[in-house]
């Protein structure tokens, strides 16, 4: 059975930081670009990050740039989101997603 088992979320202040995991089993991510995608109360579910499957390449939405970071461990079968100077507009589900399959989020909220 395929699982994206997202970890890490939680309530956080403005300016903190989180980090996010995401731990896959059933099959194997070294083969897989790997994302993190992003969906607040009432908007669309949005990009927040991509990696390669090598981690040589990184992608970001510009609304993160600078304050993410995306990483990978192959070994680990597990993808990261280090995530600081959080804002309020951060606030939501967080979800992690390769080869088409999807994680069932995990919810960040910063907030003071």
């Known amino acids: 059975q395929v699982q994206l088992v997202e970890s890490g979320g939680g309530l956080v202040q403005p300016g903190g930081s989180l980090r996010l995991s995401c731990a896959a089993s059933?099959?194997?991510?070294?083969?897989?670009?790997m994302s993190w995608y992003r969906q607040a109360p009432g908007k669309e579910r949005e990009f927040v990050a991509r990696i390669n499957w090598r981690g040589s390449t990184t992608s970001y939405a510009d609304s993160v740039k600078g304050r993410f970071t995306i990483s990978r461990d192959n070994a680990k079968n597990t993808v990261y989101l280090q995530m600081i100077g959080l804002k309020p507009d951060d606030t939501a589900v967080y979800y992690c997603?390769?080869?088409?399959?999807w994680g069932q989020g995990t919810q960040v909220t910063v907030s003071s």
């Open positions: 059933g099959f194997t991510v070294d083969n897989s670009a």
């Open positions: 997603t390769g080869k088409n399959y």
